[in-house]
């Protein structure tokens, strides 16, 4: 298992999502609010629509773990806005995706994936 990455970084993201969904469950913040905005990272795979490089920096912008770590870092320091369950689910997506396999993609096409080619 140690010596086996894609194995490790789906224990990893497993961890992270059960993790998420504790601290959102436990800052009692809204599951309606989860469930309208859990696949909202995806529709940054309108760029493909573009073309592939364009697809995979928009993807790869919105399923980066920086970015929802600024926007929480950001709402953290405002002392609780709404940003701070965007900033969860939007992370609690990304550990999803890369458990299920989904990882950032390369320009060359959308099943290019850092962790496997999607079949």
Do not use: C
């Not at 086996?4 to 504790?22: V, Y």
């Not at 773990?65 to 926007?71: A, G, R």
């Amino acid at each position: 298992m140690l010596t086996n990455p894609a194995r490790l970084i789906k224990l990893e993201d497993s961890i992270l999502f059960i993790g998420i969904l504790l601290l959102y469950s436990h800052l009692h913040l809204s599951w309606l609010l989860f469930a309208i905005l859990f696949l909202a990272p995806d529709l940054f795979m309108l760029g493909y629509l573009i073309n592939p490089r364009i697809g995979a920096a928009l993807y790869n912008l919105a399923h980066t773990y920086t970015t929802p770590l600024i926007v929480l870092s950001f709402a953290l320091s405002l002392h609780g806005t709404l940003l701070i369950p965007v900033a969860l689910i939007w992370i609690s997506h990304i550990a999803l995706d890369r458990v299920l396999g989904f990882g950032l993609k390369y320009p060359s096409q959308f099943k290019d994936t850092h962790l496997q080619h999607i079949a």
